[in-house]
């Protein structure tokens, strides 16, 4: 945790109450994982200067050493739970944590910087302001709290203040790329595409191997119809990251999959590609999704965006033949088809399907040609996500159809709040 300036005069506040959970809670468990944090080391490296002053100690921050006021051992344990559970989502035990730690170390801006983007997470928006505010007066330059404050703006709606304290963070520290990222987020967000797509490039000229900077070009490209720069983005991305690779990827939470599909079963694609982007989740598998619902509209409509963009998407072409099917449109399922026979031969789309699209196309192919055919294409089962209901379902029906020498139909047009046909 970094340096901070001289405490102020404490706002007042609330006091928290102690915090003891019961034998089984998650804190031990998340206290048992300390050892695998890769950032923990710095725990080792306590050397306590001796003497009437102050407790000083030795830190290893992103390289370097620095000398600088001892921290409660408590607080630095408590931190590294909350670090631990804000990661996999348990926002709960994550505030728990946070705040015991800030009991023990009430000077550290790092603290309350992450205690203003868990409220704000969980949609705290006044108590998150107020711990942001805390932390700047604890340390006006330190750039993570301008930072994630831009980040909670952004997720409010607060587009020209989420601008401000972003470009406050990159005057502080331009060589962060997530700074760089969210500015180039908050510009698209804003309308302003031209001056996104430069700020997207501007970093690709300084970090030309950067996935996160491809990645958003790519989603900007597409979005904006840009098919030059979805190709290159598309191009470099597949020399960055293998085919299989996730390049650190997280998979996107049950919640958020589960959100975009109740936006693609309203018909609301605008909403599905917003909560698409926010999910980390790439364009292409919006209208696969689309597809797997029996959403045949929306998933056309997306595929012809991705796939107009970003030829090399097999993901789209799956889900524009299944669009096609399902609407009865042969001459568009035919110039689908077509694409992906020339992928396969090596001269067309290089990025291969998801595993979702691969499972919709064998179920296609089972209905059109038959299971033999079907069979052929998929190979080994794709292992459905974790977090994904819809992709285990439609995974148990592929088995079902495929084992049994069922005969496959299309997926239908699910009711409002249903997750795929059965």
């Known amino acids: 945790m970094p340096a901070a300036a001289p405490r102020p005069d404490r706002p007042a506040r609330a006091a ?37 002053a102050a407790p000083r100690v030795a830190r290893s921050v992103d390289g370097h050493v620095i000398v600088d006021r001892r921290i409660d051992a408590r607080a630095y344990a408590l931190y590294a739970i909350g670090a631990e559970a804000e990661a996999r989502g348990d926002l709960a035990t994550a505030l728990q944590a946070y705040e015991q730690a800030e009991e023990s170390d009430p000077d550290s801006a790092d603290i309350w910087t992450r205690i203003g983007s868990v409220r704000c997470r969980r949609g705290e928006q006044q108590p998150a302001d107020e711990a942001f505010a805390r932390a700047r ?40 790329d997530d700074g760089l990222l969210l500015r180039a987020e908050i510009l698209r967000r804003l309308g ?42 598309s191009r470099r991305l597949r020399e960055l990251v293998p085919p299989g690779g996730a390049a650190g990827r997280p ?14 079963i309203q018909g609301q694609l605008r909403r599905a590609r917003r909560l ?25 409509e997306q595929a012809e965006l991705v796939s107009g963009a970003d030829p090399a998407s097999a993901s789209a072409l799956v889900a524009l033949a299944v669009a096609a099917d399902l609407s009865g449109d042969v001459d568009a399922l035919t110039r689908a088809c077509d694409a992906l026979q020339a992928a396969a031969a090596g001269s067309g789309p290089a990025v291969p399907p998801s595993p979702l699209a691969r499972l919709l196309f064998a179920e296609l192919l089972f209905r059109r040609v038959g299971r033999d055919a079907a069979l052929a294409w998929l190979g080994p089962l794709p292992p459905p996500g974790a977090a994904d209901p819809l992709s285990q379902q439609i995974a ?27």
Do not use: M, N
Not at 33 to 49: E, F, H, T, V
Not at 208 to 227: M, T
Not at 398 to 422: F, N, Y
């Open 192 to 233: 302003r595409t031209d001056d996104a797509r430069r700020a997207l490039r501007a970093l690709l000229v300084r970090r030309p191997r950067s996935v996160d900077g491809w990645r958003a070009l790519h989603a900007l490209a597409v979005e904006s119809g840009d098919r030059a720069s979805a190709e290159q983005a």
């Open 276 to 300: 698409a982007r926010d999910a980390d989740l790439p364009p292409a598998e919006v209208a696969v999704r689309a597809a797997a619902l029996g959403r045949a509209g929306e998933a056309r």
């Open 396 to 422: 148990q029906r592929v088995q079902r159809e495929l084992g049994g020498g069922a005969t496959a139909a299309p997926p239908r047009r699910p009711d409002r709040g249903a997750t795929a046909a059965p």
């Open 16 to 52: 928290a109450p102690r915090w003891d959970p019961p034998a089984r809670a998650p804190l031990p468990r998340a206290a048992a994982r300390l050892g695998s944090l890769a950032w923990l080391p710095l725990l080792a490296l306590l050397a306590l200067d001796t003497g009437c």
């Open 251 to 264: 998979p996107p939470s049950r919640g958020a999959l589960a959100d975009l599909d109740e936006a693609l």
């Open 137 to 176: 007066a604890i340390d006006p330059d330190y750039e993570p709290a301008h930072r994630e404050h831009a980040r909670c703006d952004l997720a409010a709606g607060r587009l020209e203040a989420a601008l401000g304290r972003a470009e406050r963070a990159i005057a502080l520290d331009p060589d962060r």
